[in-house]
């Protein structure tokens, strides 16, 4: 009996030890472990933990070399990145394997052509610099991030142009963050707008030219009046858009509006041609 207690304290003792030991070594043990563990054929590994209290995230930083290997040749995985962040896409192999339609995309980050869909010729170098695209654009490429993100597997970022060595946003990446930031507020400014200026009824015939009119239902916003077209001119902007105004709003200053040449001021549809 008192043999069976003194291996009982034996015991306790060990397991308070080991206890200690992974609290104090905790960090050093899961980077030793992830590192015995993870993919061999990247060296260049550098492992982050997003947040203590969660789970374990591990993160890698890719350089471009890096991820030019993830490309599906020889059964390697496949890789994408878009403005900076890696995913592996290879459980949509029917899209990004070899020979397939947007193979183009793997082992790279090539931003810009999820916008502009030019998908051979291609300067390396220019190939996420997507500061100079539209406003808009910009939110369709984040879209597409976001995509990514929703539907496969997030891995890391790649060093460069977003992310630095460290894998800390560059300042090319703050810019890129504002002029995004810009984008959104602009659009939901627009969004705004169109609730008061509802976009007019639109076709064009050979004979005809273009034809605009309002309606109580014309831009998709149900309401009790039907307004009179009018070219309306955002702040900052040098094109229009047909808009439906009702009589209160003719004389606003919150955005620039025009009459349609040849079309009375209160008509409520109107008939133009452009050479
Ligand atoms: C800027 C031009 C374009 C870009 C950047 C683009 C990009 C992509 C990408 C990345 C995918 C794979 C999505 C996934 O992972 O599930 C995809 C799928 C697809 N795209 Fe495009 N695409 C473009 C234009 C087009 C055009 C013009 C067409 C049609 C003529 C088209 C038809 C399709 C179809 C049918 C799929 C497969 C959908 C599915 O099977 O789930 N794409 N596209």
Redesign the pocket.
Known sequence: MFEFVKHLFKLQFLLIVIAIFTGVYYNEIINWAVHKYADPASESIAIKFQNPEEPALSERLFTRDDLAQFNGENDAPLYLAIIGTVFD?TK?A???GPGC??NF?VGRDASV?????QFEKFDEDEADDVVTLRPNDLISLEN?QQ?YRR??VYKGKLIGRFYDKNGEPTSYNHKYMMLLEQAKAAKAQAEQLREVYPDCNIEWSVERGSHVWCTTTSGGKQREWVGYPRQLFEIGANNFRCACVQDKDLDTTEVMLKEYENCAPHAHECYYKVD
């Open positions: 896409v949509g029917k899209h990004y339609a947007y995309f052509s999820f916008i502009n869909g597409w995509f539907e496969y």
